[in-house]
């Protein structure tokens, strides 16, 4: 269930990637009629108007935005070898909690370099918070599966050689 759920938000942040101006006009005319801090609203209107003005004038901007959407469904995908075979692929689900742990000095160190307010690092920073937290869960539950006793038992293995011979 926790790896589901790491794929399922793998899966949904690659695919909301692909339609950012919809999306962009979308939570901004939300934000003009619901109560919202004002300097969300703004930084929000800003990044909306980037949009539409890269997205007029030179649309093909935008196709970065597209290869990281496809990125995350790509990662989405790696995470199937654990779900397969949650032992021999625990390196998958490590790697995973070293990108999430990575985000964290990516949001602060290009956060301010972009102009992105500070306020919105903690945003970015929840991702590999929040996405490090079922990774952590899975790895336990794999660490305990392989030390799991195996259904194998000596007196079984004895039976299964005589039967052989």
Not at 31 to 38: E, F, G, N, T
Not at 60 to 71: C, K, N, V
């Amino acid at each position: 269930m926790w790896l589901a759920i790491f794929i399922i938000g793998l899966v949904l942040s690659g695919a909301t990637a692909f339609p950012l101006v919809s999306e962009v006009r979308l939570l901004t005319f939300v934000l003009h009629h619901a109560p919202a801090p004002d300097a969300l609203v703004v930084f929000l209107d800003r990044v909306r108007e980037g949009l539409l003005t890269t997205d007029t004038n030179y649309p093909f901007i935008a196709y970065g935005t597209d290869w990281l959407a496809f990125a995350h469904l790509v990662i989405a995908v790696a995470f199937v070898g654990p779900w397969r075979d949650p032992i021999r692929n625990i390196w998958v689900i490590e790697w995973g909690m070293i990108c999430c742990v990575g985000i964290v000095p990516l949001a602060l160190i290009a956060g301010p370099i972009r102009q992105l307010p500070w306020w919105w690092l903690p945003i970015d920073i929840s991702f590999g918070v929040f996405g490090i937290i079922p990774l952590i869960i899975v790895h336990r539950l794999i660490k305990r599966l392989d030390s799991a006793p195996t259904a194998h038992s000596p007196i079984a293995d004895r039976h299964t050689v005589d039967d052989h011979a």
